[in-house]
């Protein structure tokens, strides 16, 4: 025979046991989707101090985050020190993204986006993204901030890859232009003597 009050102190110990796991486990349940959804203050943005000092640095899409910019609301052009330059010789570029998007918005500035590309004629000579990096550089950009970066040409060829050794460029009449996506600058004419 069962003692009857032992029996229903063992099953009200093992009904709160249960009721303290159950909420536990609810209480651990909400905490991790408390994590993925809270809107919670996040760390500013860092500030890019590359020209303007103007543009922030922002993390990857979040709830709420503005969209991508618009080709036509991006302004891109590519400048150099100069007209003429000595074949071997080292060439610096300023390419320069100025946002005139009325709201703030989002472009992906990493080197595998902003393109620097080198022509002669229907010659593609020589492209920045053969040889980019790929580290992410995503800049939030409200109405008239800029993004000036400066790429170095060696004045030789390249290909996709990166590969060594190409061929040296002879003296003649060069184009640079810098692409954005979809948005471009006008082509900068230069000479290689």
């Not at 989707?33 to 303007?52: E, H, I, M």
């Not at 020190?81 to 500035?109: H, N, R, Y």
């Not at 003649?172 to 600058?185: E, I, M, P």
């Amino acid at each position: 025979m069962r003692n009857e009050p032992v029996y229903r102190r063992r099953r009200a110990v093992a009904m709160v046991v249960l009721l303290v796991i159950l909420a536990l486990l609810i209480w651990l349940i909400t905490a991790i989707v408390g994590l993925f959804t809270s809107d919670g203050d996040a760390t500013p943005p860092t500030q890019n101090t590359a020209d303007s000092g103007d543009t922030d640095e922002s993390p990857k899409s979040q709830q709420g985050a503005p969209a991508n910019c618009a080709a036509d609301a991006l302004e891109l052009s590519v400048a150099t020190q100069g007209t003429s330059f000595e074949v071997g010789s080292k060439v610096d570029f300023v390419v320069t993204v100025t946002s005139k998007a009325a709201d703030p918005c989002l472009i992906d500035a990493s080197d595998k986006s902003r393109v620097l590309s080198i022509r002669s004629g229907n010659d593609d000579i020589w492209s920045s993204a053969h040889c980019a990096a790929d580290e992410p550089r995503e800049l939030l950009m409200s109405e008239d901030t800029k993004d000036s970066q400066t790429i170095t040409w060696r004045t030789e060829r390249s290909v996709p890859g990166c590969e060594e050794g190409q061929r040296k460029l002879r003296a003649g009449t060069y184009r640079a232009q810098v692409s954005l996506g979809d948005a471009t600058s006008e082509e900068l004419v230069f000479t290689l003597n």
